[in-house]
């Protein structure tokens, strides 16, 4: 597609329940990064993918999330048994290099709504 | 630890002024430098990018942004403003301890009075 895809664009979950957000970036690049967006605050780094590699995970709140790149384009952010805490638009980006380092493509996020 | 500031929450400017947006990071290094812009329901757009080199970037839609390593400082600038500039502005910090994460501000959103 011509730019990076989110799906859901929403999705209400009540609190307890897993979810899975998918982010289809652009073909061909090689970096893809995952964001929370709380209300009113800017992107926190979550993870980082280079190819199917993920290289840094350390903005992962907690082992309830999880996120995969098997083979190397859609990504899919998992969170499990989720919290009130966990509301927030989750936003993706991909990029056609190694790292953040040149222009970055969003996604329009998911916004996720934990009742 | 490697932060960013942005101090204005809000902002209101009348269309046709002018526009300074302030960013004040933390970091040890010189950094790689960003603004993005949001609109609503949309994600992030690039405006402009500092690695190195000339201090003043020009950026897309008119924007442009001055690296004053002095200051810790990357405020963005416009010399005048459209009301399709209304908006949410984040400045970003790359290149953070050999990581790959950008570190962003809280954002200053852009209100234009017509």
């Known amino acids: 597609g011509a730019g990076v895809s989110q799906s859901p664009r929403y999705k209400v979950a009540k609190r307890g329940q897993d979810v899975a957000l998918r982010c289809d970036p652009i073909?061909?690049?090689?970096?893809l990064f995952w964001y929370q967006q709380a209300l009113g605050q800017g992107p926190e780094f979550l993870t980082y993918?280079?190819?199917?590699?993920?290289?840094?995970k350390s903005g992962l709140p907690s082992d309830r999330f999880f996120a995969e790149r098997p083979e190397g384009s859609v990504s899919t952010l998992k969170i499990q048994r989720t919290q009130q805490e966990d509301s927030a638009v989750y936003l993706c980006?991909?990029?056609?290099?190694?790292?953040?380092?040149?222009?970055?493509?969003f996604g329009q996020g998911t916004r996720l709504t934990v009742v | 630890a490697q932060s960013v500031t942005q101090p204005d929450i809000h902002i209101t400017v009348s269309e046709g002024a002018s526009l300074e947006l302030r960013c004040n990071y933390s970091?040890?290094?010189?950094?790689?430098l960003f603004w993005y812009v949001q609109s609503p329901g949309q994600g992030l757009q690039l405006l402009l990018k500092?690695?190195?080199?000339?201090?003043l970037v020009q950026g897309i839609k008119g924007f442009e942004a001055e690296f004053k390593r002095s200051q810790s400082s990357f405020n963005l600038r416009k010399p005048s403003v459209h009301w399709s500039d209304a908006a949410e502005y984040f400045c970003?910090?790359?290149?953070?301890?050999?990581?790959?994460?950008?570190?962003f501000g809280t954002g200053t959103r852009l209100k234009v009075l017509a």
């Open positions: 980006a991909s990029s056609p290099l190694v790292g953040m380092n040149t222009e970055a493509f």
């Open positions: 073909s061909g690049h090689v970096s």
């Open positions: 993918f280079q190819n199917e590699a993920q290289l840094d």
């Open positions: 970091y040890g290094a010189t950094p790689y």
């Open positions: 500092y690695f190195s080199g000339d201090t």
């Open positions: 970003a910090v790359g290149r953070v301890s050999g990581t790959y994460k950008y570190i």
